[in-house]
């Protein structure tokens, strides 16, 4: 609990990471709240898009974990053109990978809503809904990709003035688009594009700006091709963890409308809060980057461990408000007495998972820091392994909403196994402008 001489560092950069962190879901906030006035059916099928469209976004994260780890390491070790080189070719990934991501998803998108379910006029509308928004992709992916470069070389305040700013003008262009004008969800869908395109243009100037004193403009394979590496890993590891979510709504679906409502109340609630230990698993990796750039070892595992414990004494704190809310938050958000005693049995697991929560959190930026994307991506293939026959077979014996959140307690207890292990061990902790982790 003594204070530590990294903490002012660590909350410098957790700070504005976490307004960042929370433009995301504001997006989505906005255009449920304006949507949702246009009827049911508009909802439902903005429900299934931003499904598809927060999945597309969430694999491509890439873009920002592995710039950011490559880029304060080259800060860290004074290489400013070469993290300058790093920042063009983040520019051009970016932008074929949001061109390849768009063009997919308007070709693909009744088949898609399809595959989650959606029928008839909904249906229809969702995929209407996903074209058009498709459109704003590139810009989304320009945007991830500044936002790497930019909190590779400590600068986490100009990211959250660009994303504030884009909320707001989507804010503004939804409301005189869908009823100052009655566009209904077009106007909703191109109102978040136009937005999303002022966004991309931003990133796109700040990275040429950083590029254009290394001369390096154009595309570069040998800068590229570490990069697509560790993001093949990045998405493995991604790919994994969301593999894990849906399989746990998939069973708990099958388990009953009720305990579906409870686990839906949790899980919000826990990618709600994991916006905080993002947050700081964002300054774990600036810190550990730039160190390690350095050559300062010593510092990094020093700086790693305090971040270790923060996190800790955040999740401890979490854990212990929600078992103090036990019986009054999932009364905010149904009065369905079923669905609140479904809520009321899984609450002690939901809340005992925050501690462990918030350390793996924690782990898994140190080691996106020190680029040991390959160990992550297979820790988490190692946890999906592990969870996914407990949650089968809690479908199988029934054990209910009980036996999935036990399923992932043990899912996120591997995972902090795993990734605790390795930073106790060291082998992450190698110095230099780029990272050799074995």
Request: hydrophobic share 60%.
């Amino acid at each position: 609990m003594a204070r530590s001489p990294y903490d002012r560092e660590i909350l410098a950069l957790a700070f504005p990471a976490l307004g960042a962190l929370a433009a995301e879901p504001t997006y989505l906030l906005v255009d449920t709240a304006i949507v949702g006035h246009l009827g049911t059916r508009e909802l439902a099928a903005l429900a299934l898009a931003a499904s598809v469209l927060g999945t597309v976004t969430a694999l491509c994260n890439f873009l920002a974990y592995g710039t950011t780890a490559q880029v304060a390491r080259l800060h860290g070790a004074g290489e400013g053109a070469r993290a300058g080189a790093v920042a063009a070719q983040a520019l051009w990934l970016s932008l074929a990978l949001g061109v390849i991501a768009a063009s997919a998803v308007a070709a693909f998108a009744e088949p898609l809503v399809a595959l989650l379910g959606g029928e008839g006029r909904t249906a229809e509308l969702a995929a209407r809904y996903l074209r058009l928004a498709a459109l704003g992709l590139p810009a989304a992916m320009l945007a991830l990709g500044g936002q790497g470069y930019l909190r590779g070389v400590s600068d986490l305040r100009t990211p959250l003035i660009v994303l504030i700013v884009a909320n707001v003008a989507n804010a503004v262009l939804e409301v005189v688009l869908v009823y100052g004008l009655d566009t209904g969800l077009d106007g909703s869908a191109l109102g978040t594009v136009i937005a999303q395109a002022g966004m991309g243009a931003a990133f796109a100037i700040l990275l040429l700006r950083a590029a254009r004193p290394a001369g390096a403009i154009g595309p570069r394979l040998e800068i590229l091709r570490p990069m697509v590496r560790t993001g093949g890993d990045i998405v493995v590891r991604t790919g994994a963890l969301l593999t894990a979510f849906v399989l746990a709504s998939a069973v708990t679906a099958r388990i009953g409308e009720a305990s579906l409502a409870a686990h839906q109340i949790a899980f919000q609630l826990f990618i709600f809060l994991a916006l905080t230990l993002d947050a700081l698993a964002i300054a774990g990796q600036v810190l550990v980057g730039r160190r390690l750039g350095a050559g300062d070892v010593g510092g990094a595992f020093a700086a790693s461990r305090r971040m270790v414990t923060l996190a800790a004494m955040v999740g401890v704190g979490v854990g212990l408000l929600l078992l103090a809310g036990r019986e009054v938050i999932p009364r905010a958000f149904s009065s369905d007495p079923e669905v609140l005693a479904r809520a009321h049995d899984l609450w002690p697991l939901f809340a005992a998972m925050q501690p462990v929560a918030a350390v793996t959190f924690a782990f898994d930026g140190i080691l996106l820091g020190a680029g040991d994307t390959r160990f992550l991506a297979l820790a988490m293939v190692g946890a999906l392994l592990t969870f996914a026959p407990l949650a089968l077979l809690a479908l199988a014996a029934g054990w209910g909403v009980i036996g999935v959140w036990a399923g992932l307690n043990v899912l996120m207890l591997a995972r902090a196994a795993a990734t605790g292990h390795r930073f106790r061990g060291r082998r992450w902790l190698v110095p230099g402008a780029v990272a050799k982790v074995a």
